[in-house]
């Protein structure tokens, strides 16, 4: 079906689970289909860099029969996500033409997809990209990969904090990832249930919080609560302390930490709190059904892209069904956010989370 390629794919960036999903669908669907040759680049452009490169086949990835990618977090092909890689940009663009490669798929982020694709233009490489991020905030898509899973993966820990924090009378403060954007903290917050969710695009009062704290216990005769907070919240402007996350014993600590000592600071009765990081657990285990799906409609469809010599396009999905983009735009766009005032913080606030203070709330 067409002249024979070899085609080279990559993982780049923070890994998260879905990664390896997408692996076995390019590498099956580009030589059961097509019979080409895939390649798999270890550790991204550190693996460009050393021209090293492992053919990877159906077989090759099998278990006694088994094909385990398909529940299998992280990624075989390993991943980096620091260097200068552009300093390298000379010995990289070689690299391609020394492995022989007809196109290349890469799995990354927007920094990692811009990298890649400013690489790209100046070597003529043939890319396709594939986006995945537990942020969910690449631009022109409305799935990518890992995103699910780990809002399941925090929902889950929101379950099982919820009856620990039940049982002590306690306010449970879970720090989530989201330097940026909020996405992750809305979705799991509202799914598992949490009484207050504070992001990165909505600013917070610690006093207000501190009020619906109380009304949970006077109104609802509630006296335990749970707190989502992404890891890139900013700083109440009311706080008592410095314009930096500071403990009370003036050490430098993470915003759950700060969260908890300003409730502290504010509330006229104590309240028995606990911070709990979840940190790098949200970007293990095994990936959800729906990352899984998507993964691999992802990876058919990069395939495709290439056997149409589309290159220099992301993989997305808009309306139902897998779209095209134009990297360049992609990495053109800023950050894709959380609206304050879209559906999702008003189905927040209509049943009973305190979400902060944006300008419909002054």
Aim: aromatic share 4%; proline share 3%.
């Amino acid at each position: 079906m067409g002249n024979k390629k070899r085609i080279g794919i990559l993982t780049s960036g923070g890994d998260c689970p879905g990664l390896n999903c997408i692996i076995r669908a390019v590498v099956s669907h580009a030589t059961l289909t097509y019979d080409w040759e895939v390649l798999g680049i270890p550790y991204a452009t550190q693996g460009l860099l050393e021209r090293k490169a492992m053919k990877l086949s159906m077989h090759g990835m099998d278990l006694q029969g088994i094909d385990p990618l398909l529940s299998m977090g992280g990624t075989i092909l390993g991943s980096i996500n620091k260097g200068d890689t552009l300093a390298s940009a000379s010995e990289l663009l070689a690299s391609y033409e020394a492995l022989e490669l007809d196109a290349l798929i890469v799995i990354g982020g927007d920094g990692s997809l811009g990298i890649l694709h400013e690489l790209a233009s100046q070597g003529n490489w043939n890319i396709v990209g594939i986006p995945k991020t537990i942020d969910n905030d690449i631009a022109l898509t409305e799935r990518v990969i890992g995103f699910d899973t780990a809002v399941n993966t925090v929902v889950d820990a929101l379950n099982r904090l919820t009856f620990t924090a039940a049982s002590h009378d306690r306010v449970m403060i879970v720090e989530v990832m989201g330097r940026t954007s909020g996405h992750l903290a809305l979705h799991s917050g509202i799914a598992g249930g949490a009484d207050v969710i504070l992001i990165p695009e909505i600013p917070y009062s610690i006093i207000d919080i501190c009020k619906h704290l109380v009304e949970l216990r006077v109104r609802w005769h509630r006296k335990f609560a749970i707190i989502v907070v992404a890891e890139g919240a900013t700083i109440a402007a009311n706080s008592s302390s410095s314009t930096t996350t500071e403990s009370s014993h003036g050490r430098a600590c993470s915003i759950g930490q700060y969260i908890a000592d300003q409730i502290d600071s504010c509330s006229v009765k104590k309240m028995d709190m606990r911070v709990s990081i979840l940190g790098h657990i949200q970007r293990g285990g095994i990936p959800s059904a729906l990352d899984r799906l998507t993964a691999t409609i992802f990876g058919k469809a990069a395939v495709d892209l290439v056997a149409k010599g589309k290159y220099g396009n992301m993989i997305g999905w808009k309306n139902g069904q897998v779209v095209a983009v134009p990297i360049e735009e992609v990495v053109a766009k800023s950050p894709l956010l959380v609206d304050p005032y879209g559906e999702l913080v008003q189905v927040a606030k209509s049943t009973g989370i305190y979400v902060g203070n944006n300008a419909e709330n002054n």
